[in-house]
């Protein structure tokens, strides 16, 4: 789950619940429209589109049946599931998108290890290193199969003329670096209200396969933002997500939070892009 923060003074009433799965539409949303002039589209289109609509997947059960975080009442936000369940949650991930399309597999795989891994490089934070000792080995253990997942793929993709020039380091690294754009940006709107939104910052965003730029998000007024450079197809893009409102129930009181979520109706958050 992502509970978005709510305005000062107003943190301990309902909260803005949003389900990975509502996450993940956001993203799809900006990869559908992603490319112009200055930002090549990526390819092969039709697996990076399916890889970005379900790179979370594995928290699919979760969302469902979402445990209640004793300390808030309300569901565990993202950053707080317990360690054990977010190992589980990345694994399965890969694996759902492998069996759509092997270059799926690889693309979700190289998201997973990059959380964990400063993002190849991209960010300076080594999730690996704040793993307690008692849950290092199965961190490991799940990111050296991962490890082993993408090298299979690689040579899978590889080997078949049809594929092979989708992994070449320079297409293969963009496609990565797009995705985590996407990801981000979308926490950017997910994560925090709307008043406390305020200019962001996002690196490392690819013009092509050989070089990036550096995308500058403000806040205008109005719910709309404007991004400069502007990588999206047209200026004016609008885009939406759902979540719900929930107030923080007694953790002892055996509430069924998948039902309180199932009745909860859902509420939508707009947002408009406009080229600076």
């Keep these: 789950m992502i509970i978005q923060s709510a305005p000062e003074g107003q943190e301990s009433g309902k909260r803005y619940v949003m389900k990975l799965a509502e996450h993940l539409e956001l993203v799809g949303q900006f990869a559908e429209n992603y490319g112009n002039d200055q930002f090549a589209q990526p390819e092969p289109r039709e697996e990076f589109l399916y890889v970005c609509r379900w790179h979370d997947q594995g928290w699919v059960d979760l969302d469902n049946n979402p445990p209640i975080n004793p300390n808030t009442g309300l569901p565990h936000n993202l950053v707080e599931t317990p360690l054990p369940v977010i190992l589980l949650t990345s694994a399965r991930s890969p694996v759902h998108n492998e069996a759509q399309h092997p270059y799926c597999g690889l693309i979700d795989s190289m998201h997973i290890w990059g959380l964990y891994n400063g993002r190849y490089g991209l960010s300076d934070k080594v999730l690996i290193d704040l793993i307690p000792d008692e849950y290092r080995l199965l961190a490991d253990s799940m990111l050296d199969n991962e490890f082993q997942r993408q090298s299979r793929l690689k040579a899978e993709l590889a080997a078949d003329p049809r594929t092979a020039a989708w992994v070449e380091e320079g297409p293969l690294f963009a496609n990565y670096k797009i995705l985590q754009f ?56 609008e885009i939406s997500y759902q979540g719900r409102y929930l107030s923080p129930v007694d953790a002892d009181a055996e509430l069924d939070m998948a039902a309180v979520m199932r009745d909860t109706p859902q509420e939508t958050q707009r947002a408009t892009l406009v080229a600076a």
């Design 182 to 237: 996407f990801d981000t940006f979308a926490l950017y709107f997910n994560c925090t209200h709307a008043a406390g939104r305020g200019e962001a910052v996002f690196e490392n965003v690819p013009l092509n396969s050989e070089a990036d730029a550096t995308v500058t998000v403000r806040a205008i007024g109005d719910d709309t933002y404007s991004l400069d450079p502007f990588p999206f197809r047209e200026s004016g893009l």
